[in-house]
């Protein structure tokens, strides 16, 4: 089944494949019971290896996009406060505002305006100043928390890739020990090292 992601357009991600190989160990050692020669023990052997492997992979896969969903969770709370920051600012505008206004009537009055207006239009500036520093911090925050769980998705599609493969090269193995078929077996090998190579990738990034 597919996750969706929050933040996400509702995109659903890949998960690990979910192919049934306990089956396919069956089968192969069953084979390896029937007939226990060099071939069949290094079908085994191999298999085990990938299973092993894939084990790993599907474990870093589900790490990877839990920790990405914490990341994005934080990401949503961030840019909550960034909005309540900007809401505080354009509040402290409209009361600068205002007291500017109470400030040009009574020049157009031709008195001389409270200093309290004055001092208060020069506070409301200098405290907007302050929530406009904050908004955009916590934006950075959030923009730097996004760009984290983007990578760490990026490594789950990989993770997850990987597992699907060694899987794929598990059911070639098990087809080569029933079919006595080397060339299955080598095209279960080369798509194991395809997982390997793309598991190693992942852990590299």
Not at 98 to 123: C, F, I, M, N, T
């Amino acid at each position: 089944m597919g996750r969706t992601f929050p933040q996400d357009g509702g995109r659903a991600m890949p998960e690990d494949a979910e192919i049934e190989t306990e089956k396919l160990h069956e089968a192969i050692h069953e084979e390896l019971e029937r007939d226990g020669g060099t071939f069949l023990r290094r079908i085994a052997l191999s298999t085990a290896l990938l299973a092993v492997l894939a084990a790993m992979a599907a474990l870093r896969s589900g790490a990877t996009v839990n920790q990405a969903l914490l990341l994005r969770s934080d990401a949503t709370q961030l840019q909550s406060q960034a909005s309540d920051q900007w809401a505080y600012y354009q509040a402290k505008g409209v009361k600068g505002a205002v007291q500017e206004a109470v400030r040009a009537s009574w020049l157009a009055a031709g008195k001389e305006p409270p200093h309290s207006a004055e001092e208060k239009v020069a506070r409301y500036e200098k405290e907007q100043e302050a929530i406009r520093e904050k908004a955009v911090e916590l934006e950075k925050e959030r923009e730097a928390k996004v760009t984290e769980s983007e990578h760490l998705l990026h490594g789950h599609h990989r993770y997850a890739n990987a597992v699907a493969l060694f899987q794929v090269a598990i059911a070639l193995g098990a087809i080569a020990a029933l079919t006595r078929s080397r060339v299955v077996w080598a095209g279960s090998m080369v798509v194991g090292l395809g997982g390997i190579a793309l598991l190693a990738w992942a852990i590299a990034l």
